[in-house]
């Protein structure tokens, strides 16, 4: 991982409260394809965060265990999920033992692995069979309004892999060496927001948590004046238009 990246992936825990606050879940449809071909219900949560993603395995019934390198982002899971087994641990090194799950999911948090390093950890800990699959919660920029707030935010607060076309570009530059053939498709979802709890949102992504404080403070009153002028985001809560995308794929057998 280059340092600038690591930087990036680092700053969460800062703002893991703003974080658990204000992050979408995942389309449960999404989940549903991504562990449709998993050998049984046990399944990791890599990079599990605050524990959005947690959260939406647990309400449908799957054993779940949760790993997140932040210490700050695993007080807030506990926080919110205390009977879900959580452990600080990363991608590269994760702290469970061989063939200890039946699928290994990852939300919003494949693109910060080192998967010359974590690809093997993750066959290491999956059954036989095993699947792995990364979700990403993008805004939907084929709606008119949206794809304004994705020109006046800046890459900052949208960037690679935050809408649908730039994902499945990224997606196809992913190497998942350990693994078969990928699979990938994508899940209409929505969030309620307001105005201001949209611009909290995109406050928590990583290029925003990185900037300087007066270029922060600048770009997030840009998309805030951008919301109060459209007549779809200016007056009270809306929805804002997403889809879930999700890409899998099988273990390969061992040897």
């Given at each position: 991982m280059h340092e600038s990246d690591?930087?990036?992936?680092?700053?969460?825990?800062?703002?893991?409260?703003a974080y658990a606050e204000h992050r979408p879940d995942y389309a449960q449809a999404a989940v549903h394809w991504a562990l449709d071909p998993a050998p049984g219900p046990r399944v990791l949560d890599l990079g599990a965060g605050?524990?959005?993603?947690?959260?939406?395995?647990?309400?449908l019934g799957y054993q779940v265990i949760a790993v997140e390198p932040d210490s700050a982002m695993v007080a807030q899971l506990r926080h919110a999920l205390p009977k879900?087994?959580?452990f600080l641990g990363s991608a590269?090194?994760?702290?469970?033992?061989?063939?200890?799950?039946?699928a290994v999911l990852c939300g919003n948090a494949m693109h910060w692995f080192d998967m010359d390093l974590a690809a093997p950890e993750i066959a290491r800990v999956l059954a036989p069979h095993g699947v792995l699959a990364g979700l990403w919660n993008l805004l939907d920029d084929r709606v008119d309004w949206v794809d304004g707030l994705a020109l006046i935010?800046?890459?900052?607060?949208?960037?690679?892999?935050?809408?649908p076309a730039s994902w499945r570009r990224e997606s196809a530059r992913l190497r998942l060496p350990h693994f078969g053939t990928v699979a990938t498709a994508e899940f209409p979802h929505g969030q309620r927001r307001t105005a201001d709890s949209l611009v909290a949102t995109?406050?928590?992504?990583?290029?925003?948590?990185?900037?300087?404080?007066?270029?922060r403070t600048e770009t997030l009153g840009r998309i805030r004046a951008f919301l109060a002028g459209?007549?779809?985001?200016?007056?009270?809560?809306?929805?804002?238009?997403?889809?879930?995308?999700v890409l899998r794929s099988i273990v390969l057998p061992a040897g």
């Open positions: 690591r930087r990036l992936s680092s700053s969460f825990g800062a703002a893991a409260v605050t524990g959005k993603l947690t959260a939406t395995l647990v309400a879900v087994g959580t590269e090194a994760i702290p469970l033992p061989d063939g200890c799950v039946d935010s800046g890459p900052a607060a949208i960037g690679p892999r935050d809408t995109l406050a928590t992504r990583a290029g925003m948590l990185a900037m300087p404080e007066p270029q459209r007549p779809e985001t200016s007056d009270g809560e809306f929805t804002l238009p997403m889809v879930t995308g």
